[in-house]
C-alpha cells in the first residue's frame, strides 16, 4: 500500500479532530467535541508545543500521531509533567495492520526527541497498541492505572529520551 507521511500544520486541525475521534473510539466529531475530558487534545491545533505527523493515501488522512504540552490546570489523560507532552494517535481502521502506526510513531518520536525530555500517552489496558508503545521503548508509570471514561482501566505509559 502507498500512503506518505507529512507533518501536521497550523491548517490541519480538522485531521487532528477526525483522528481523535478514532483515538478516543467515537462515531461522529460531535461526539469528541461535546466531552470537555477529550476537547483539549485537538482544539486550537496549532499552538506552541504541538507537533505530529498524517500518513496519507490518496490525498485522503489515513491515520496521525501527535503531541501536545499540558499547562497548569489543564491536563490529558496521560499528563506527567508540563514539560512532557503527551501522545495522541489513530489510524483509521480499514489500514490496520499496515505499519502505518509505527511508522508514524517512530516519526514522531525522532522529532520529537530534538524537543522534549520524554513523552507520556495513556492507554486503555486491552488496547492491541500497548505491544506497539512497549516495542519502541515505552514503559509503563506504575500506579497509573485508573478507570477511564468508558468503565474500563487505562493506565499512563512513558518514553524517556537518553
Not at 517512530?106 to 526527541?113: G, H, K, M, P
Not at 486503555?124 to 478507570?147: C, H, I, T
Request: one cysteine or more; hydrophobic letters at 45%.
Amino acid at each position: 500500500m502507498q500512503y506518505t507521511i507529512r507533518a501536521l500544520t497550523n491548517d490541519d486541525e480538522p485531521i487532528v479532530w477526525e483522528m481523535l475521534m478514532h483515538a478516543a473510539h467515537e462515531s461522529e466529531i460531535t461526539a469528541v467535541q461535546s466531552q470537555v475530558s477529550l476537547v483539549g487534545y485537538a482544539a486550537n491545533w496549532g499552538r506552541a508545543g504541538d507537533m505530529g505527523f498524517v500518513a496519507v493515501c490518496e490525498q485522503q488522512p489515513i491515520g496521525a500521531a501527535w503531541l501536545r504540552l499540558w499547562k497548569g490546570q489543564e491536563r490529558g489523560f496521560g499528563y506527567i509533567a508540563d514539560e512532557i507532552p503527551e501522545l495522541a494517535i489513530a489510524v483509521l481502521p480499514e489500514y490496520y495492520g499496515n505499519g502505518i502506526g509505527s511508522n508514524l510513531l517512530l516519526q514522531l518520536i525522532e522529532a520529537a526527541s530534538k524537543s522534549y525530555p520524554a513523552i507520556s500517552l495513556n492507554v486503555r489496558d486491552d488496547n492491541p497498541a500497548v505491544r506497539l508503545y512497549q516495542r519502541v521503548g515505552f514503559v509503563k508509570v506504575a500506579g497509573s492505572e485508573a478507570p477511564n471514561r468508558v468503565g474500563g482501566t487505562s493506565f499512563n505509559m512513558l518514553y524517556r529520551f537518553n
